[in-house]
């Protein structure tokens, strides 16, 4: 196959299944995935850029795609902002993919909530919230979503990278050709 399809085939995938598995966490359990402090578990799948480049677009389109529920949410703003950490956190992913403490990628694996704290916080701080900006509120805020992040990647993000690790799955599932 050739290398770009197969590129772009494996980005569609990681988008679908990351949209696919928002959906259904939202609609099995309502507020879980847009809430400040959110569990959702479709951001497990950022571990996917630990492994190859395509999950960095396909990761962003899922996360759009995602957040088009935001808007009726009164979160229009989350379909941008909420997108861009994403694209953020998985660029940084993937850079920093051989730095490993004990053969686990921390530092990586940190990025979704040091991206989505930031930027999310400061888009709940400046938009949501009534009242001047303040470093207070933005730290709340952010520390809010970062929270939540945190307990993904660390809880279902790191079962998925070992699964995938231990049982070699990168060189089945991702190997270039």
Do not use: H
């Amino acid at each position: 196959m050739n290398k770009n399809i197969r590129y772009l085939v494996i980005g569609a995938l990681i988008a679908a299944l990351y949209a696919a598995l928002f959906y259904a966490q939202n609609l099995l359990l309502p507020g879980t995935a847009t809430m400040a402090v959110q569990f959702r578990a479709a951001e497990a799948l950022n571990v996917l850029a630990l492994f190859t480049p395509a999950a960095i677009p396909g990761l962003t389109i899922g996360c759009v795609i995602a957040n088009v529920a935001s808007i009726g949410q009164g979160l229009p703003l989350d379909l941008v902002f909420g997108s861009l950490a994403t694209l953020g956190a998985t660029v940084c992913m993937w850079l920093l993919r051989k730095v490993k403490i004990k053969g686990y990628p921390l530092f990586a694996m940190l990025m979704p909530a040091v991206w989505n704290g930031v930027i999310i916080g400061w888009e709940i701080e400046q938009f949501f919230i009534d009242g001047p900006f303040t470093g207070v509120g933005f730290l709340t805020q952010g520390g809010l979503v970062a929270l939540g992040e945190l307990g993904v990647m660390l809880t279902l993000g790191s079962l998925l990278y070992w699964v995938i690790v231990r049982r070699n799955l990168e060189k089945t599932l991702f190997r270039p050709e």
